[in-house]
């Protein structure tokens, strides 16, 4: 299930955010980049509609995902494949 972000507290999407950025590992850019500056990435590209926010279900999780790969039946898979 989609989850509207504009619908959380500031704080609660900064720290889902903040998770979301934790979780996905090292960076292997050319430069390093700060928390912050991947969360307000993350934020920009859930104001641009890049990303969503989903919720499962079945796991009782949130994540962070590309629009173009959810669909109704996301739920039935663990985790998406990137």
Do not use: C
């Not at 609660?12 to 500056?37: A, P």
């Amino acid at each position: 299930m989609m989850i509207p972000w504009q619908q959380l507290a500031p704080e609660t999407l900064e720290s889902i955010i903040e998770s979301f950025v934790l979780r996905e590992g090292t960076d292997y850019g050319e430069h390093e980049r700060s928390l912050q500056q991947k969360v307000d990435d993350v934020k920009r590209q859930l104001k641009s509609g890049q990303v969503i926010l989903v919720w499962s279900e079945l796991h009782e999780t949130i994540n962070i995902m590309p629009k173009d790969r959810f669909s109704d039946d996301m739920e039935e898979q663990p985790y998406p494949e990137y």
